[in-house]
């Protein structure tokens, strides 16, 4: 846990204050704003969607007071890949919603590299010990989902929006 986190959101927007439960509820987390600790990945996502609609990719820059905001939120960390994880992923994308209890979630995502092995197991083809195993190869990603409006006000902070073509 930091102080002060640095955060980023790739995407295709400047946004100076983010608005929570805007997105999809099938995500892996809920229909949060998401953040990540990690800038290349936040970069990847954001090449991946501008390359999608044909626009530019933006990263914007927050300020996380997290040591703060975890001392106030009903919050949720996943450590790794794990079968709490796997549970968690699976139940929000079958739509049960498990992500109503928190403000803050935190953990590894479900891209593209492990996508594949979660719809495996949601259709009941591979067991939970076969996924977790498939997926302890993989290098670890970090997301964190901000699910409450208030919270997400006072405690993430812009700082700047980076436009990727000048990177």
């Known amino acids: 846990m930091y102080d002060i986190l640095t955060v980023y959101h790739g995407g295709t ?12 509820e099938k995500l ?3 229909p949060g704003f998401y953040v990540t600790d ?3 990945q936040a970069k990847d996502w954001a090449l991946k969607i501008a390359d999608d609609r044909g626009i530019i990719p933006i990263v914007n820059i927050y300020h996380l007071k997290q ?5 106030k939120c009903r919050y949720k960390i996943f450590e790794a890949y ?3 994880w796997l549970n968690f992923v699976t139940q929000s994308r079958l739509g049960k919603r498990p992500w109503t209890t928190y403000d803050y979630i935190e953990g590894g995502v479900a891209d593209d590299r492990v996508v594949n092995t979660i719809r495996l197991y949601m259709g009941g083809y591979i067991s939970a010990n076969e996924a977790l195993n498939r997926m302890k190869y993989f290098k670890p990603t970090n997301q964190i989902c901000l699910l409450n409006q208030d919270f997400t006000d006072q405690y993430l902070s812009f700082v700047e929006s980076k436009i990727l073509n000048d990177l």
């Open 13 to 24: 927007e400047d946004i100076h204050f983010p608005k929570v439960n805007v997105g999809r």
């Open 67 to 71: 040591k703060d905001l975890l001392a």
């Open 28 to 30: 892996d987390f809920g």
């Open 38 to 40: 990690i800038f290349i």
């Open 82 to 84: 794990n079968k709490d």
